[in-house]
């Protein structure tokens, strides 16, 4: 059902915005993505990293300048990576393994490194959402009970009524648990079985609520003028035609960013959900480096990646290595969209790369140019003519990028095209 109102708004094509009402669960997932008094103290909705106007990214220029990633709640913490964008999350794939030319290839889940697996609640990104509010360095509550108790006793308790049944908050909260939930660093633990049950009777609710208003048309609009092209009503330019071609075939970006239709010809996503090492550099501002308390290893930090979300998991501890430093491939759609065209963006899991010009010139001449000394901001690698080491060079990937022998032109039709992929 959505997904063939997808198609038929990308088929009306951009110049008609189409974006189909809410129905009550997508609409009440709606006011949960904006409810501040959802974090522990009031200041911050998911809306805070993920701003509908910048292609559910973080809509903070000034961060996104620098370390690229975004204060929590509580002021002073920092998680370690970029918000991506939440638009096309909700399509990916539950987090699995199959086999491509006899080896083992990881596909789905939520979250840069795939650790929102799916095999909770069944979507990928029902099972993100049990994860921002009680992250310290998000939303900060201490525990999923808090969620709860906001929600049900706040202004969405008749929604939440409305849509998963009158007794969905019927719960009888500990008499202290408010006044607990105002604390960060609070140990909340709840023994009473049956009072667990309905918290996560109602957590699942507020989580499958959120995924159901991702996975709307209001969020995943295919109104691009890719999608118009694509359906034939919007004329691309010399230069974004060109730049389609390079995409598709002499940059490869194709390989992983892949174009194909969905099973029901619905427009294509622009990622195949797999995990790649691109060789990506250290990006020295992110704050979690000097994050202590959280972050015991300081500058030497290394983002593992899927590396360290398969090292936890018995089943497939024994692939960690191989894959340490591998990031999910994004959507590449909504990739320019902003707030305000003077509002920054950032690129990649660290945020390293600014600009499209930036990235694509990596993917190009990441094995060509020479290593920089040490780290070095991606504008001044552009000008001293070199590149970082990569923040994982064990495991990157050195087939499908690195020296693609792309002209100054033909880097510049590539990123026109990529101009192309923002919702309008
Ligand atoms: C403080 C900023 C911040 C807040 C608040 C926040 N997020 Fe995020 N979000 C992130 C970051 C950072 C990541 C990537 C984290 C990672 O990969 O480890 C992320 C990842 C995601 C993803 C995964 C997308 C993908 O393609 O895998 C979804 C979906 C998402 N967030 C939804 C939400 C929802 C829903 C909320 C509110 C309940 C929320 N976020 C609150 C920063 C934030
Ligand atoms: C081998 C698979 C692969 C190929 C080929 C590839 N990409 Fe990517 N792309 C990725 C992965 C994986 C990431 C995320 C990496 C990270 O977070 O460190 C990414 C990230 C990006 C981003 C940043 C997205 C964001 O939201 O931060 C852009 C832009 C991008 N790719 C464009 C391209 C272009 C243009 C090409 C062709 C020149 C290309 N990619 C080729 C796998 C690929």
């Given at each position: 059902m959505k997904l063939a109102a997808a198609s038929f708004a990308a088929v009306l094509g951009a110049s008609v915005a189409v974006a189909a009402p809410l129905d009550p669960v997508e609409s009440l997932g709606k006011s949960l993505?904006?409810?501040?008094?959802?974090?522990?103290?009031?200041?911050?909705?998911?809306?805070?990293?993920?701003?509908?106007?910048?292609?559910?990214?973080?809509?903070?220029?000034?961060?996104?300048?620098?370390?690229?990633?975004?204060?929590?709640?509580?002021?002073?913490r920092f998680g370690n990576r970029k918000p991506p964008s939440v638009a096309y999350a909700s399509p990916g794939p539950v987090f699995h393994h199959t086999y491509e030319d006899g080896e083992i290839l990881f596909v789905g889940g939520a979250f840069h490194d795939g650790r929102a697996t799916g095999h909770q609640l069944g979507s990928v990104v029902a099972d993100q959402a049990l994860g921002p509010f009680?992250?310290?360095?998000?939303?900060?509550?201490?525990?999923?009970?808090?969620?709860?108790?906001?929600?049900?006793?706040?202004?969405?308790k008749d929604e939440m009524e409305a849509v998963w049944g009158k007794d969905i908050c019927e719960i009888?909260?500990?008499?202290?648990?408010?006044?607990?939930?105002?604390d960060p660093d609070a140990k909340i633990e709840i023994t009473d079985e049956d009072l667990n049950a309905r918290l996560d009777t109602a957590m699942a609710a507020i989580a499958k609520s959120i995924a159901a208003y991702e996975a709307s048309p209001e969020v995943n609009r295919y109104?691009?003028?890719?999608?118009?092209?694509?359906?034939?009503?919007?004329?691309?330019?010399?230069?974004?035609?060109?730049?389609?071609?390079?995409?598709?075939?002499?940059?490869?970006?194709?390989?992983?960013?892949?174009?194909?239709?969905?099973?029901?010809?619905?427009?294509?996503?622009?990622?195949?959900?797999?995990?790649?090492?691109?060789?990506?550099?250290?990006?020295?501002?992110?704050?979690?480096?000097?994050?202590?308390?959280?972050?015991?290893?300081?500058?030497?930090?290394?983002?593992?990646?899927?590396?360290?979300?398969?090292?936890?998991?018995?089943?497939?501890?024994?692939?960690?290595?191989?894959?340490?430093?591998?990031?999910?491939?994004?959507?590449?759609?909504?990739?320019?969209?902003?707030?305000?065209?003077?509002?920054?963006?950032?690129?990649?899991?660290?945020?390293?790369?600014?600009?499209l010009e930036e990235v694509v010139h990596f993917y190009n001449t990441r094995d060509t140019l020479p290593r920089c000394e040490g780290e070095m901001k991606a504008a001044d690698a552009m000008a001293a003519k070199c590149w970082p080491a990569p923040e994982v060079e064990a495991t990157m990937n050195k087939d499908e990028l690195g020296n693609l022998k792309m002209t100054p032109e033909e880097e510049a039709d590539l990123v026109a095209f990529l101009k192309t992929l923002d919702d309008e």
């Open positions: 993505f904006f409810d501040a008094d959802l974090s522990v103290n009031g200041n911050q909705s998911c809306s805070s990293c993920h701003e509908p106007e910048q292609g559910f990214s973080s809509p903070m220029s000034e961060i996104n300048a620098a370390g690229a990633v975004i204060e929590g709640s509580v002021p002073g009680v992250n310290p360095a998000e939303m900060a509550l201490p525990s999923l009970a808090c969620v709860v108790e906001r929600v049900c006793g706040g202004d969405q009888s909260f500990p008499t202290n648990l408010a006044q607990q939930c105002a109104s691009s003028r890719f999608d118009g092209w694509q359906a034939g009503t919007v004329e691309f330019t010399e230069e974004e035609k060109r730049g389609f071609a390079l995409f598709e075939d002499k940059a490869l970006c194709a390989e992983c960013h892949v174009l194909d239709r969905g099973p029901n010809g619905e427009p294509p996503l622009l990622t195949d959900f797999t995990f790649d090492n691109l060789g990506v550099p250290k990006n020295p501002d992110v704050p979690w480096y000097t994050q202590a308390a959280f972050n015991p290893d300081g500058k030497a930090w290394i983002d593992p990646g899927l590396g360290g979300m398969l090292r936890g998991d018995p089943t497939y501890a024994a692939y960690a290595a191989d894959l340490m430093g591998a990031q999910k491939v994004p959507t590449l759609r909504n990739i320019n969209k902003r707030l305000a065209p003077d509002v920054a963006r950032s690129y990649m899991h660290n945020g390293y790369f600014k600009t």
